[in-house]
């Protein structure tokens, strides 16, 4: 069980997920995590809310396994998380309810991207 987490050292955290907040930030045993790469729109849309519902039904409830990284962004870790040894932020882009983040990924989620996604969804400027 983790205690407290360090920005000084990458942990892992894993446990059930307790909450979906967006397609990309989970909480794992209430530690929120941003999921590093991941591009996904805002649930103020309806785009968001799909991609939302999307990682509740992958992720709520299950158990996860998050390699963090030690950064931090506003409340979260940022970290890769994975079900069963699947890369879950690559489920999400695989089937369209994200886009690739290369400025954080280094473009390991490119290759998942579908061209309804890539027409339908805006990248982040910052990606």
């Avoid at 059930?16 to 045993?29: A, K, L, Q, Y």
């Amino acid at each position: 069980m983790i205690v407290a987490l360090s920005a000084d050292a990458a942990q892992t955290v894993e446990g059930r997920v307790t909450t979906v907040r967006d397609v990309d930030t989970i909480e794992v045993r209430g530690v929120p995590v941003r999921l590093n790469g991941l591009d996904g729109p805002e649930t103020s849309t309806q785009a968001g809310r799909d991609a939302r519902n999307f990682m509740v039904r992958l992720v709520r409830g299950k158990s996860v396994t998050c390699q963090l990284t030690g950064a931090r962004t506003y409340d979260r870790w940022v970290g890769i998380c994975y079900l069963d040894g699947t890369d879950i932020a690559a489920i999400a882009v695989a089937n369209g309810h994200a886009l690739d983040c290369a400025r954080y990924s280094g473009g390991r989620y490119r290759q998942y991207e579908t061209p309804a996604a890539k027409s339908r969804l805006t990248r982040a400027r910052y990606c």
